[in-house]
């Protein structure tokens, strides 16, 4: 049987998903009118570069009046032609990452109360602004990054120590350009759309305490240096809190979250005909806890009808996490794909895509993959076993074995992981 339209449909419908959050299209309505004063507009993400483009062209004042920097993920870049735009390395910083952070607080400094500072901000940031408090140095946090990133925390888990080890993260951005007005503009990637964690939150106030940092790392088993454990304990990088009068003339505006994508896909599956039913857009969790989960619905739907007869399409977001235990490649999309291929068990109707929609699933060059009602019958005939290969955390090399990896190059944008399990009808030739 060929599943050539079931695959078109279900990286259609991601398209669609990656298509809702394109800051061409979602940014221009929240732009501030100009100020009386300069235009300075900084910042960070996956998705900085295509919001600095979107700025110049849609300024409403004199584009040869704006300046500033924004920094993003090597490869993510493109042409403009009055903000500069930096690269550095993600998802672990580096010494260019270092350099723009610096960069970006020395820019909205010594400006007055005329002058209007626009941030934009995007997932990714906060690996982007690498701006270490003196206790820890940048191979120190590059060490801490990698570790977060690996013992299964949450992205707020790992967003609360970024903050209290940062001179820019947690509310310190906004600090440094008082008493200019400060707009934010964000594309949420995170579950809950909380601005305080979108790129470690830097220009709005932080609840987390240096206490709650210290519970994270002690908790997940996290070696700390000395000096950068003694600035914790000590409180001396508590982050500004709600209520500090330097935040008096900011204001925060989220222009696309996974939600938005969530209803452009489920749009798109109406008029294929596809019944579609949104689980959820903050949804959060072990990658193959999550897979089990939604496996398990999705069999119910063709077996049983419930909650959705096919045709149908179950469309969820949110960041699973995955604890690495194995040496294999892939990021969650994978890990949850692999996952979902045990949960199906090769279910015939079943079809599924997940994918992270700034085009880079963990590390690797492919935003995600596809799975087939085949994927198992493929895998053996290829001599891969997928129990043993999600043991050692290698979606990458399943995926990439089957030829069913998507791959989309950067999309310049990020609301997330997205995932569409389609269930056929039951009288599906």
């Not at 590059?142 to 120590?161: D, F, Q, S």
């Not at 979250?257 to 959060?284: K, N, W, Y």
């Not at 179950?314 to 969650?332: D, H, I, N």
């Not at 999309?411 to 030739?429: G, H, K, M, Y």
């Amino acid at each position: 049987m060929s599943y050539l339209h079931q695959r078109a449909l279900l990286r259609d419908l991601f398209d669609a998903a990656v298509g809702a959050a394109d800051p061409a299209h979602c940014l221009a309505p929240w732009l501030p009118d100009p100020p009386k004063g300069r235009t300075v507009v900084v910042g960070a993400g996956k998705g900085a570069a295509a919001m600095a483009r979107a700025v110049e062209t849609h300024w409403r004042g004199d584009v040869g009046q704006l300046s500033g920097i924004v920094v993003t993920r090597y490869g993510h870049g493109v042409p403009t032609s009055r903000i500069e735009v930096v690269e550095a390395a993600h998802p672990t910083p580096d010494a260019a990452g270092q350099k723009a952070a610096q960069r970006l607080l020395q820019a909205v400094q010594g400006l007055g109360a005329d002058d209007l500072v626009l941030v934009l901000l995007s997932g990714g940031g906060s690996a982007l602004l690498a701006a270490p408090i003196d206790a820890i140095t940048l191979d120190e946090k590059r060490a801490l990054t990698k570790a977060l990133l690996a013992c299964g925390a949450n992205i707020a888990e790992i967003n609360c120590v970024r903050k209290h080890l940062s001179t820019i993260k947690g509310g310190r951005l906004a600090l440094a350009a008082a008493p200019a007005r400060v707009v934010t503009l964000a594309i949420s990637d995170v579950p809950g759309d909380d601005l305080s964690t979108i790129a470690s939150g830097p220009t709005v106030p932080d609840s987390t305490t240096c206490a709650d940092a210290l519970e994270v790392v002690d908790r997940y088993g996290i070696a700390l240096p000395a000096a950068a454990r003694a600035a914790l304990e000590s409180g001396a990088t508590e982050s500004p809190k709600p209520g500090d009068p330097g935040f008096a003339r900011c204001e925060s505006h989220i222009v696309a979250t996974a939600q938005g994508s969530l209803a452009a896909a489920a749009e798109l599956a109406r008029r294929q005909g596809l019944t579609p039913l949104v689980l959820g857009d903050a949804i959060e969790g072990e990658a193959r806890e999550v897979a089990r989960v939604l496996g398990g619905i999705a069999v119910s739907c063709a077996d049983h009808g419930v909650p959705l007869r096919g045709p149908c399409v179950l469309l969820s977001g949110g960041e699973t996490t995955v604890t690495v235990k194995g040496r294999g490649r892939g990021g969650r999309n994978l890990e949850f794909l692999l996952g979902l291929a045990l949960a199906l068990n090769g279910h015939p109707r079943v079809h599924a895509i997940a994918a992270d929609t700034d085009g880079i699933d963990g590390s690797e060059d492919n935003a995600g993959a596809l799975l087939l009602p085949d994927t198992p019958t493929r895998a053996a005939a290829a001599g891969i076993d997928l129990r043993a290969r999600l043991a050692d955390n290698d979606g990458h090399g399943v995926f990439s074995a089957l030829g069913d990896l998507v791959v989309t190059g950067p999309t310049r944008t990020n609301v997330n992981d997205f995932r569409a399990i389609l269930i056929e009808a039951e009288d599906q030739p």
